[in-house]
Structures are given as C-alpha cells and as structure tokens.
C-alpha cells in the first residue's frame, strides 16, 4: 500500500494559541479534529505543498515556517507519513474556506480534542518546547533551588532534576521544592524508582536506559495526562520508547561530552537515519545548545536537550 503522503502546520498565533480543524463528517477519521494541511501532489516541495493547502483552507499566505515533526502511521485502510511544520507568521485572517469549523486552543487544552491517533505525536510536539534542561551533577540542594527559579524566570519550561550523587531521601525532599517552583510554568520531570510515581503526581517521569529495557514489555507505567521520557541511545532503544509509550525521548550523545567522555558519539548523519524510523518528538543531548536549533530541526528532532547549555550560567 503507498504511503500518502501529507504536510501539516500547528499554527501558533501571536498569543501562542494553536489553530485546529474538524475533519468533515464524510472523509477519512471523520468529526475529529487535525492540524490543518492536506496532501502533497508528485514533485511538490513540502513546504509549497503547505503553502498552498493553508492558503486553500484558511485563506492565510505562510511567513515563516519550520520542521516540527514527522509521523508514520498504518491505518488498516491507509498509511500516511505526516510531514509537520510549525507555522510562527502568517498574513491574512484564518476562516475555514471549505466551511470546516475552526478552533485557537492554548498548547495545554490541545489534550482535550480528539485527534486521530496518528496526530497523538502532533501534539505532544506542538505542547513541548524546543529546549529541555538537565540539571547539573555535584551541586547541593540550595544551588539547585537556585538555578531551577532563575531557568524558570528565564522561560525554560522543561526541567529534568537529575542528580545521581543525592541520597533517595535528599532527592525527594528537593523534588517536592522544585516542583512548587515550576508549578504553573514549566514542566517538572523526575527520575528514580517507579514506585515513586504516586508521591509526585503533577510530575512527568524521565527512564533511563535501564529503567526502558526492564519495564518496557510491561507497558506504560503512568497515565496519558502524565508525560513519560526516556533515554536513548540506539535504534533498540527508541523501539522500546514506542514499546513503553513514551511521550517524548533524549538521543545521546550526539557529540563529545565532558561529562560521558567514554561514549561514543552518534553523530548528526546517524542520529538523523535514528529519527528517520521514530514517531515521537525527541530531543538531541550531548556537546551542542541553543545555536544548533535549527541543525537539530532539520534532521526531524524536536530540539536540544542540555546541561551546562541551558543551566543559568551565575548558578552553576
């Protein structure tokens, strides 16, 4: 069967909202809502295939636009690759052109629409952000505590608390304190024993390698409102994060690190044929930061994930 493919846009408006279409009652997947898009003819170029189909629908000419994601899905009836951009300016007034009701819904609300399922990756990307902060190794609760509310205050929105050398009881006391700082601004990811899940529930949980190839058979250990992580360093990895159900991954590393100076990196070429076979939004870790953005977008990851890159610098 030929795989259709599709470009789509999460369409972000200046307020950061997101614009969402209903599918007609009579076309594939029905009454449930998308991003809009549509398909890409023979020898079109992505993005003027997206181009087009959002001046068609919505009556809008695309003013800058980026790779987000791509998704493969088999549906029993057809398999479609989802071409994904991210649509940050536009010209014109967005109306639903072939009579489609339309809806701008905030990055949190998209969880309460009903997508079809090859658009769960859609939006997961379209709600994370394209940084993921890792906090550093060898510094004491204080120091955390400081870092974390000067990241937040400079608008990272997504933190792992990692901090390998903390006794479990050390580590649980400072999570509950940084979860009260992120609390309404940025999400909040632990690590440790499944057994902690519970204790922390507006927390998302990060697995590490270990953790992914031990539970991965057994399915995901933590509701679909919660966010679940994993790191990964290999093609077996990434099978067992689709295993697990995991929302989003890192792939590491990608080059040389001080801290893991014994690995040995993959590479931009390898981990872009690494993305080429996975679905969910992943994020780049080791050796680069904020200005390998756009290298990172362009071989299908979601962004960078760092440590010293991201951790404010007076802190550290």
Not at 22 to 40: A, I, N, S, T, Y
Not at 125 to 131: G, K, T, V, Y
Request: proline content about 7%.
């Amino acid at each position: 069967m030929k795989r259709v493919h599709v470009a789509a846009a999460v369409i972000r408006g200046e307020d950061g909202r997101i614009l969402i279409a209903k599918r007609p009652d009579d076309k594939h997947q029905g009454g449930l809502w998308e991003f809009p898009g549509g398909k890409v003819e023979e020898g079109e170029a992505v993005q003027a295939a997206l181009s087009r189909e959002l001046h068609e629908e919505l009556g809008i000419t695309v003013a800058a636009a980026r790779p987000l994601i791509q998704v493969r899905h088999d549906y029993t009836d057809k398999h479609v690759l989802l071409d994904v951009w991210e649509v940050s300016r536009f010209t014109g007034e967005p109306h639903g052109a072939e009579g489609q009701p339309l809806a701008w819904v905030s990055a949190r609300q998209l969880g309460e629409y009903e997508f079809p399922l090859a658009n769960r990756p859609i939006v997961a990307a379209a709600r994370l952000p394209e940084h993921y902060l890792i906090t550093p190794e060898g510094l004491d609760g204080p120091e955390l505590l400081a870092g974390v509310r000067a990241a937040v205050a400079g608008g990272i929105r997504l933190i792992q608390l990692r901090a390998p050398a903390m006794f479990d009881a050390q580590y649980r006391d400072l999570a509950v304190d940084i979860q009260g700082l992120c609390a309404g601004k940025a999400q909040l990811m632990l690590k440790g024993p499944l057994e902690w899940l519970g204790d922390f529930p507006a927390a998302g949980w990060h697995l590490t390698a270990e953790q992914l190839r031990k539970y991965a058979s057994k399915g995901r250990p933590l509701p679909a409102d919660r966010w679940l992580a994993a790191s990964c360093h290999s093609a077996e990895e990434l099978d067992l994060a689709t295993q697990i159900g995991a929302d989003f991954v890192t792939l590491s590393p990608l080059q040389a690190t001080e801290s893991h100076p014994e690995a040995r990196p993959l590479g931009w070429e390898l981990a872009s044929e690494l993305l080429q076979g996975f679905n969910q939004p992943c994020y780049l870790l080791g050796g680069i930061g904020p200005q390998h953005y756009e290298q990172a977008w362009q071989i299908g990851a979601q962004g960078v994930a760092g440590i010293r890159a991201f951790w404010p610098q007076h802190q550290s």
